[in-house]
């Protein structure tokens, strides 16, 4: 059992968790994305194909401007427009949402490769240089505290905006009255409309929200902790962000614990180099520890009433 | 009309949904500061009329005038800007939300950026509720409460939005008499204070109790206004449904047979897990309908689905016959003869998407009668099955593939009422078999559990309305916290009654 | 109306292809040939593209049920994938072990490992769910990395590596492989090829068979009727009398089975070892799509898995043709999908006025509406 | 070499080539066998057609497909399509057939050694032993950055063509300075940089300051990480000092140079099947360095092992030494 004496020794170490919470925001961002967006009552399993779309239009956009805060926020738009299809689709057409949501994730696989051929051909897509990647920040002071200053101040930029997004996103959600009415409609649409709320609206914005988030994640994974973009290489994150949302009950900070769990699997992993396992065998630790979680402590989650429902006003 | 100000005035509206004309250029108009009363049967148009002057339904053709002026209404923010406030037939409320959240809605307090301000919220609920004498608890969910305070907080929700014209359709449907009592104190000191009220019901009493004025619908027309000092049930009864209606029951002296069911001190908890049942017993005889009075809550629901084998007994012993079945689960109970009509029509009874035909069979459908060795579905049985049903039972419906959705309330009980009977049950257990449901199907659904009685059923009714109680039942037993408190003559008078209700009275143990 | 929608898909399509420069009718006539053998500019052998088709067909027809069969119970399988490959683990150490054992005996032995596997893997969610009321789309997708995870370490230095240096399984034994329709024979020649490119295997039949098995099941038999009900309406479904716990597991395992049942007809039939192919595999993810396409109905999956099948080998004629990215065929794919789900075509018609018609009634709620509400809520009897 | 293609013009050869999953983007050995048949195309006149594979399920297709269009050649890019080769050279014995990094094999992979196919196999044994004496040199002579005695290698899966890279490194690297240390780590992935990166930042926290990827785009990440902790990378299959700054220098795996030499002696009538290595000594294989000014002491370090190589006195392992 060396193995899982070196897991324990790992789990001392700074490094392991400060790769850990990189890792996790990497589905913390989809994930909240999927939170506002069921919360207000659509299903969202989409975030796979916005943040593909976002990683490579930020690498399309930073090689074209050089400017990564641009080529960033175009990742943002660019996910916010998978997300627009996704809700015209769903709230407009009152598609079957998740119909739509695999829609767009096949549609982005395929556009996002069909368009690397089609725009650069041979030579292939490029590489950012070192200076206009989302940099690595290191919070002057805070930086210098032993563990926890190499965990949570020597990280990239967008690991900060993150985590303040998570407590603004729990903030919106619970305590202000825009999070009072996207829940009601995603409780009870018709009540929400009675009241005088207008449901499409909160609807698009929150679907909208979900893409500007997964597209941002989509701009760190590409231009932040890569340089380029290949194709597929979100791989399966947007999905366990959705399960990540569900783990965490289609709350912020539930979701953020389970995205910390695959984030610490990943992070273990990534030093097979040293631990003595079949690393096919210590890939699967966050998933079935994912499933003894489940079983054991977290249990049923419910979520809400109306999601996955469109909405049919009373009129037509 | 014109002598007095119109607060609405509704004229020549049409609505055309799929197959049915739900509104055919309806003239409705409401004078300020009464309480006008709109019945009709099922499907009659009524939801379709208010929710069109509510903004919630756009009628293909006709205009609407408030207070005199012409309205534009196009959703329900218009409507409840011109001060045009709604109580939906289906409540329009948010279980996980607070009471509080529930009421501000739309119109929330707020401090600082947009957050909510609890605190002030607390308040102007605090301050309506005394204003009007609505007591309410701002922070209890909304889940959690009976059906008569979540009607309550659907009041207090709209007068916070600063209405002058109320509509309640049907507001009463599911109150307890002594509910709709209160509420009515309620809408009285309301047109005191200078609010209309529209009031949408069944229950022709009551219209006649509180209204100034009536309207009666028939398929989506307007077929009479009427002065409700000038009219009677009958005649209202008679403009609804198109033809005469026997509003009393008349059934022979029942003759009880051998006993069928024996419950004997029966314990059970309530969904929130605390005693709901605390040691029922009585007997049940062959040919006599058991009426179950008592307000609601004070376990009939619970009494009823341990019965039915929904709910699981803490105590105490069911016998059928000989068989003691306490421990059946709804299926077996079913096999033994035990038939069950549920309260809860859209959500338990039926399953809404399933075709009249699927419905007709629910938890039969692996008995011997629709299955080959209860796997494989015998679908021609089951359609003629159905067939009978609706025929006999006068279901309207084009064909038995219609889902049960798009039947009608009263339809959908008929469905239910019928495939439960027509199973030939040893015992027979309705609950609330005519809520929400017009008068025409009711008159039908009381004759048919008379004839079940007189075929030798033993019935076990429980409804929240006195007057069904007294008149169908052969014996009534007064249920009050969990117990059965007294067996009473169905003669007894309602004052003695409504005593024993509310846990005053001398108590009578009866036969059992 | 579908027909219309799949046509205003191509319609989007074509506009993309243009847009990117390249000839739509080229990149069209490629898919037509590769997928039905139709209109065929450069020597393809029509027969060998239908037969290409169908080969792609068998295994999206037995996950597409895998993946309907729970949506009718508000249940959301994207497990496929992670049954199919139980299913493909267990069919191969089983073709293996027993390679000595007589076809007639052996192949049922395979397949119904192979589903027994399945059901296993789709079991724990199933368990998880009517136990602790775990999510579904959770478990299953946890399941999936499993799986994968698992069959990589089976044949790289596992148990069932052929050799060091390999990542792939020894082949299991000819008595455990389906025969295909044509005899495996580079010296007979049938339509101008060796038979032995036609790849079409018995399998076809199996999973035919399954898809009939699936209607049947749903339309036909109480447990289909309760599995329904339990989808629609948990409630009602109580008062009924049936155990929404059992009724959810259950589904779970027939779900399962019939995924692996996939797996083991892809290794029995055509892969004949579990290789590394399997790392990628993405049928059981297709099959969701499959099953929404084909609105979870029997014809309806097939005709979606016949679509998907033919697109998938159009694909590759379409870019040997006509070099336009064979992953113009993911984005057609999801036009598809979009156009048929929001049924564009018949929203359009309806704002036409010569055409108005008074739209029907509620519609039977979409597929997978009722998953993530009523019916996906976990069941709350009392244990 | 104008190729004799260019003398008969009554034929133009068709040449088709089938990527594997990794598809023609792969920043690795399917984007260079591409650039390979575009080189062809140029220089023979030759109609040269791509297919990509979506799935393992599309190599037998694939490659049938080509074939049974009597393509003079086709290409099947990578070992992952050994069987589907082996199967379809089979059923179309008068088509030429090319596979990299592999031989058309039965399903126990064992090379079918049919005469219309050539394996164009690669020494990556030998590719790798150069960037690893340059590795170990830096090392050994305190020219690394952190000098600490810890080089490592990322390889994307645990399969002989990954491997034999990192055997020659790890050999090479031992030789030049006997104490060092290899971390050898997997990512199980060959197209997601961040899966790379995480590996390779563990082994940066194990000191390594000289990582070698062998994972192809995913091994992109790898390059980052040590750009990003100014360390020194090595890029592999192609050479890639663009990819990052901190790429000192490149493994080469000429797969480009390979599938020309294929199609060539098809144009040229030379085609003879059988197995081809490419190694150092034909120049299939070698190294580039890349972003930094090579002491000459290395320099002729590298030249002599590259010869001793090229003659035979040196042979790196093909499997990792302990
Ligand atoms: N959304 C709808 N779509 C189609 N038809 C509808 C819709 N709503 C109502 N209808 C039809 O319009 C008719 C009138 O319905 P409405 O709800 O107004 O009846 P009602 O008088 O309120 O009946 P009840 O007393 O049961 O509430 C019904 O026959 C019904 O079939
Ligand atoms: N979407 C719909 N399509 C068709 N008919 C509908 C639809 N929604 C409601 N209806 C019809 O409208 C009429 C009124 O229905 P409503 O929702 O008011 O309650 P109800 O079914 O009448 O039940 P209740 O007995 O409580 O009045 C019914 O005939 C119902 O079938
Ligand atoms: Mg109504
Ligand atoms: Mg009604």
């Excluded at chain 2, 007294?486 to 004052?495: C, F, G, L, R, V």
């Excluded at chain 4, 030429?96 to 592999?102: K, L, P, R």
């Excluded at chain 4, 082994?203 to 091994?219: E, K, T, Y």
Aim: glycine share 12%.
């Amino acid at each position: 059992m060396t193995a899982l004496g070196d897991i324990l020794h790992l789990l001392f170490t700074a490094n392991l968790w400060q790769a850990a919470l990189a890792a996790a925001v990497l589905l913390l961002l989809p994930a909240l994305g999927g939170v506002i967006s069921e919360r207000s009552g659509v299903v969202n399993i989409a975030m796979e194909g916005m943040m593909l779309t976002g990683a490579f239009f930020a690498v399309v956009a930073n090689l074209a401007w050089h400017n990564v805060w641009l080529a960033t926020g175009v990742a943002m738009l660019s996910g916010a427009l998978m997300a627009s299809i996704h809700a015209i689709v769903s709230i407009r057409f009152r598609a079957d949402q998740i119909v739509s949501g695999i829609a767009i994730n096949i549609f982005a696989a395929g556009l996002t490769v069909f368009l690397v051929n089609r725009i650069y051909g041979v030579q292939d897509i490029g590489h950012v240089g070192q200076s206009e990647l989302l940099p690595n920040i290191n919070v002057p002071g805070l930086d210098q505290i032993p563990f926890f200053g190499k965990v949570l101040f020597q990280q990239n930029v967008i690991v900060y905006v993150a985590l303040i997004l998570l407590v603004l996103m729990h903030l919106l959600l619970f305590r202000t009255r825009l999070g009072l009415r996207i829940r009601s409609v995603g409780e009870h649409p018709q009540a929400a409309d009675t009241a005088g709320i207008n449901v499409y609206a909160i609807r698009y914005g929150a679907v909208i929200t979900s893409g500007l988030l997964s597209g941002l994640a989509g701009a760190f994974l590409a231009i932040g902790v890569s340089n380029t973009f290949v194709p597929n290489m979100t791989d399966g994150r947007g999905y366990i962000a959705l399960a990540a949302m569900i783990f965490g009950k289609w709350t912020p900070f539930g979701a953020f614990v389970a995205c910390l769990i695959f984030g610490l699997g990943q992070a273990i992993y990534d030093n097979n180099s040293i631990i003595h396992v079949s690393p096919y065998l210590l890939s699967m630790l966050p998933y079935l520890l994912t499933l003894v979680v489940l079983a054991g402590l977290v249990g049923r989650s419910t979520p809400p009433a109306a999601d996955g429902l469109p909405y049919v006003a009373g009129s037509e | 009309m014109s002598d007095q100000l119109l607060a609405v005035d509704m004229r020549n509206i049409r609505r055309q949904f799929p197959g049915v004309l739900a509104n055919n250029d309806v003239v409705f108009s409401v004078r300020a500061g009464e309480i006008h009363a709109l019945v009709g049967e099922n499907g009659a148009g009524k939801s379709t009329l208010m929710n069109i002057l509510y903004g919630l339904i756009h009628p293909d053709s006709g205009e609407i005038l408030i207070n005199g002026k012409q309205a534009h209404i196009t959703g329900p923010r218009d409507a409840i800007s011109l001060g045009i406030g709604m109580v939906h037939q289906h409540f329009m409320l948010i279980p996980v939300f607070s009471v509080g959240e529930n009421i501000m809605l739309g119109r929330e307090p707020v401090a600082g950026p947009d957050f909510y301000d609890r605190g002030r919220a607390r308040k102007e609920i605090n301050d309506l509720t005394k204003k009007y004498g609505l007591a309410l608890d701002p922070d209890a969910r909304m889940g959690d409460m009976p059906v008569g305070l979540q009607q309550r907080a659907e009041i207090v929700k709209v007068l916070y939005r600063g209405a002058s014209i109320l509509i309640l359709d049907e507001p009463t449907g599911v109150l307890t008499p002594q509910e709709t009592k209160e509420l009515f104190v309620v809408l009285r000191d309301l047109v005191k204070s200078g609010k209309t009220i529209i009031f949408i019901s069944h229950k022709l009493k009551e219209v006649l109790d509180i209204s100034d004025r009536i309207t009666v619908m028939r398929r989506g027309r307007v077929v009479g206004h009427l002065t409700t000092k000038e009219t009677n049930e009958e005649a209202i009864a008679t403009l609804m449904v198109g033809r005469e209606v026997l509003l009393r029951v008349d059934k022979k002296p029942a003759k009880p047979g051998a006993v069928v069911m024996k419950v004997e001190n029966v314990t059970a908890n309530s969904d929130q897990g605390v005693p709901a049942l605390k040691g029922v017993s009585f007997e049940l005889r062959q040919g006599e309908i058991l009426g179950i009075a008592g307000v609601e809550g004070n376990g009939q629901s619970e009494l009823m689905e341990v019965l039915a084998g929904t709910r699981k007994t803490t105590g105490g012993h069911i016998l059928l016959g000989e068989r003691d079945i306490t421990t059946y689960d709804a299926r077996t109970e079913r096999d033994a003869g035990v038939a069950f009509i549920p309260e809860d029509r859209r959500g338990t009874g039926l399953v809404l998407s399933f075709s009249i035909a699927e419905n007709s069979i629910l938890g039969r459908e692996r008995s011997p009668k629709f299955s080959w060795r209860n796997v494989v579905l015998k679908l021609v049985a089951i359609r003629d099955w159905a067939r009978r049903l609706v025929q006999e039972y006068d279901v309207r419906t084009p064909t038995i593939e219609v889902a049960a959705r798009n039947l009608s309330g009263g339809n959908q009980q008929k469905v239910i009422v019928a495939r439960e009977m027509a199973s030939k049950p040893k015992v027979l257990l309705a609950a609330q078999p005519t809520r929400g449901v017009d008068i025409g199907a009711i008159e039908f659904i009381h004759r048919r559990i008379v004839a079940e009685r007189d075929e030798g059923t033993a019935v076990l009714l429980v409804s929240a309305e006195l007057d069904e109680v007294r008149s169908l039942s052969d014996r009534i037993a007064v249920m009050y916290e969990g117990r059965i408190v007294s067996i009473e003559d169905p003669d007894t008078p309602e004052e003695r009654l409504g005593l024993l209700m509310t846990g005053g009275g001398t108590r009578r143990e009866g036969a059992a | 109306m579908p027909i219309g929608s799949v046509i205003l898909a191509f319609i989007i399509g074509a506009l993309i292809v243009a847009v990117t420069g390249a000839n739509p009718f080229d990149a069209y006539s490629g898919l037509l040939c590769g997928g039905f053998g139709i209109a065929c500019s450069q020597g393809e052998n029509p027969a060998l593209q239908l037969s290409n088709t169908v080969v792609f067909m068998i295994p999206l027809l037995t996950t597409g049920v895998a993946v309907a069969l729970p949506f009718r119970a508000g249940l959301f399988n994207i497990g496929a994938e992670g049954q199919l490959l139980a299913g493909s683990v267990a069919c191969t150490a089983i073709g293996i072990k027993f390679a000595g054992l007589p076809a007639p005996v052996l192949i049922p032995m395979v397949l119904i490992g192979g589903m027994l596997a399945g059901a296993l893997w789709a079991g724990v969610a199933g368990v998880l769910k009517a136990t602790v009321g775990a999510h579904e789309v959770v478990t299953t997708i946890m399941l999936n990395y499993v799986a994968q995870w698992l069959v990589r370490y089976l044949i790289i230095g596992g148990p069932l590596q052929l050799a060091p240096g390999t990542s792939r399984s020894s082949p299991i034994g000819v008595n455990a492989q389906l025969p295909t329709l044509l005899p495996a024979d580079n010296s007979l020649i049938i339509f101008g090829l060796p038979a032995s490119v036609f790849r079409v295997h018995w399998g076809l039949a199996i999973a035919l068979a399954a898809v009939g098995a699936f209607a049947f099941l749903l339309w036909r038999t109480s447990l289909g009727y309760e599995i329904r009900a339990v989808g629609q309406s948990q409630k009602a479904a109580r008062y009924a009398g049936v155990s929404v716990r059992r009724t959810i597991i259950v589904t779970m395992l027939i779900a399962g089975a019939f995924s692996g049942l996939a797996g083991a007809i892809q290794i029995s039939g055509v892969d004949h070892s579990l290789t590394d192919k399997y790392f990628s595999d993405t049928t059981g993810f297709d099959a969701i799509a499959v099953a929404l396409l084909g609105l979870g109905s029997a014809v309806g999956i097939i005709l979606a898995a016949v679509l998907f099948g033919a697109l998938h080998s159009g694909g590759a004629i379409m870019q040997s043709d006509s070099g336009i990215s064979s992953n113009l065929v993911l984005v057609l794919q999801a036009l598809i999908l979009f156009s048929i789900a929001a049924n564009f075509v018949g929203q359009i018609a309806r704002l036409i006025p010569g055409i108005r018609r008074p739209q029907a009634l509620p519609p039977e709620l979409p597929p997978a509406a009722p998953l993530m509400t009523e019916a996906a809520a976990p069941p709350p009897e009392p244990a | 070499s104008s190729g004799g293609g260019g003398g008969t013009p009554a034929k133009t050869y068709k040449i088709g080539l089938v990527t594997d999953i990794g598809g023609l983007n792969d920043k690795s050995f399917n984007h260079l066998a591409y650039v390979g048949l575009q080189k062809a195309i140029t220089d023979f006149k030759i109609k040269g057609d791509v297919v990509e594979s979506k799935s393992g399920d599309d190599y037998v297709p694939n490659l049938t497909n080509f074939a049974s269009k009597g393509y003079d050649l086709v290409i099947g890019v990578g070992f992952l399509m050994q069987t589907a080769v082996g199967t379809v050279s089979g059923q179309f014995p008068n088509v030429h057939f090319a596979i990299i990094d592999g031989a058309g094999t039965d399903a126990n992979g064992n090379d079918l050694k049919h005469a219309n196919v050539e394996s164009l196999f690669f020494k990556e044994q030998d590719a790798g032993a150069m960037v690893g004496v340059i590795a170990g040199w830096l090392e050994k002579n305190g020219q690394a950055k952190k000098n600490k005695g810890v080089i490592s290698a990322v390889g994307g899966v645990s399969i002989p063509p990954v491997n034999h890279y990192i055997a020659g490194y790890k050999w090479a690297a031992a030789m030049e300075d006997p104490g060092i240390k290899v971390l050898v780590g997997y990512s199980n992935d060959f197209t997601d940089p961040a899966k790379c990166k995480g590996v390779a930042q563990s082994q940066i926290s194990q000191n390594s300051d000289i990582l070698f990827q062998v994972a192809g785009g995913c091994g992109l990440g790898v390059l980052q990480a040590a750009g990003q902790a100014s360390l020194y990378s090595i890029g592999v299959d192609a050479d890639q000092k663009d990819a990052d700054p901190s790429v000192i220098a490149s493994a080469l795996k000429k797969v480009d140079v390979a599938t020309y030499t294929a199609i060539k002696l098809v144009v040229n009538g030379q085609f003879t099947g059988g197995a081809q290595t490419f190694s150092i000594a034909n120049g299939g294989a070698g190294y580039s360095p890349d972003n930094l000014n090579v002491p000459s002491a290395l320099q002729t370090e590298l030249d002599k092992v590259e010869g001793e190589i090229k003659n035979g006195t040196l042979t790196p392992p093909a499997d990792i030494p302990a």
